[in-house]
């Protein structure tokens, strides 16, 4: 299963009013993320249906995914400073104007309060989805929460007043628990196609996945992807996640010497001090040097990701990115690859 991309001419309407629309504040400044949720958000991001479709256990989708919904002016609850950036705009397949926002969230740990916090946001979602937008149709609001690490926190609430069934709620929401996920199930259903092969960032998660065997299936799955780039991103995300398994030793090991290029995209991150390494519960360290050769590798991550996305480019647009030199602006472009509809758009046209 690939990365997906809507079909040409597909119109997405991404509600980009939200943020001006809404009546609550100014957006915040959005803080850097911890590399754990940032890697899971990018993986989701590869292949937003066919996680989808892992995520909730379903095979054959009755919705699309029509692009990602801009959630800029609705902070999540308890941290006014974030916002949830993986809310997708779902539509049906045989009703054109049935439509809804997906909310996914991760986290590197349970908190059993993430069902309050999801409940409250998927009100304010509700909202703001709904103001000023006149006789729209009605949005759908549904939620899932990954577990990156630990077991599940309860996934519904109800409430029913005693002699009174009119007066009621009911809030439920999917839950994976990737602690509970077979690391070789997963790969086996990955290399048949059954599930998507972004989840191969996962499998250090996943119960067995620092078994050696495991680590060598791994590579065996991981290498059918034809991108040398891709390839170094999976195994430098499956590192990051084997940090917080703590399992890295096993992983590290195993990788050795596997599939030698870097991968711009999480070294960018560590130039932004966000994937550092993990010690006592902590992200820290330093970034250490720097590698000859790393503005051309990140413009060739940059042109890969473009391409799987948008197509090849046009001559213009290469110009424009060949006269680029700053590797710390073209691996900004390529955290923002996901994130737009075209080359135009990436550059700003």
């Excluded at 809507?6 to 309407?13: F, Q, V, W, Y």
Aim: proline content about 7%.
């Amino acid at each position: 299963m690939r990365p997906y991309s809507s079909p040409e001419g597909d119109e997405c309407d991404p509600v980009d009013e939200l943020a001006e629309n809404h009546p609550m504040s100014t957006p915040p400044a959005k803080p850097p993320p911890n590399p754990y949720d940032q890697a899971a958000r990018f993986l989701f991001r590869l292949d937003p249906i066919g996680f989808l479709c892992w995520l909730l256990a379903v095979v054959r989708p009755a919705f699309r995914f029509a692009g990602w919904l801009d959630t800029r002016a609705v902070p999540f609850p308890g941290d006014p400073e974030r916002t949830c950036d993986t809310v997708a705009d779902l539509r049906e397949l045989r009703r054109s104007r049935w439509r809804a926002a997906f909310v996914v969230e991760f986290q590197a740990r349970p908190d059993r309060h993430m069902l309050y916090r999801l409940l409250e946001y998927v009100a304010r979602l509700l909202q703001a989805l709904h103001v000023g937008r006149g006789p729209s149709p009605p949005w759908e609001v549904g939620a899932a929460v990954v577990n990156l690490t630990g077991r599940s926190q309860p996934q519904e609430l109800t409430f029913q007043l005693p002699g009174v069934p009119r007066v009621t709620h009911r809030f439920g929401v999917a839950v994976r628990n990737l602690a509970e996920e077979d690391a070789a199930a997963t790969l086996k259903d990955i290399r048949a196609g059954v599930v998507t092969l972004p989840l191969l960032g996962f499998v250090p998660l996943m119960r067995g996945g620092s078994d050696p065997a495991i680590i060598e299936e791994w590579k065996q799955v991981a290498a059918t992807e034809r991108s040398a780039e891709m390839r170094a991103n999976y195994r430098d995300l499956a590192l990051v996640f084997a940090e917080l398994a703590k399992n890295r030793r096993a992983w590290a090991a195993g990788l050795k010497g596997w599939n030698e290029m870097r991968s711009a995209l999480v070294e960018s991150w560590k130039d932004e001090g966000r994937v550092e390494g993990h010690k006592e519960g902590r992200v820290e360290g330093r970034v250490e040097g720097r590698v000859e050769g790393r503005v051309e590798e990140a413009r060739e991550l940059l042109l890969s990701l473009g391409a799987r996305r948008f197509g090849n480019p046009e001559a213009a647009v290469a110009r424009t990115l060949g006269e680029i030199r700053d590797e710390r602006v073209l691996r900004q472009l390529a955290l923002r690859v996901l994130d737009v509809q075209t080359w135009g758009d990436l550059l700003g046209r």
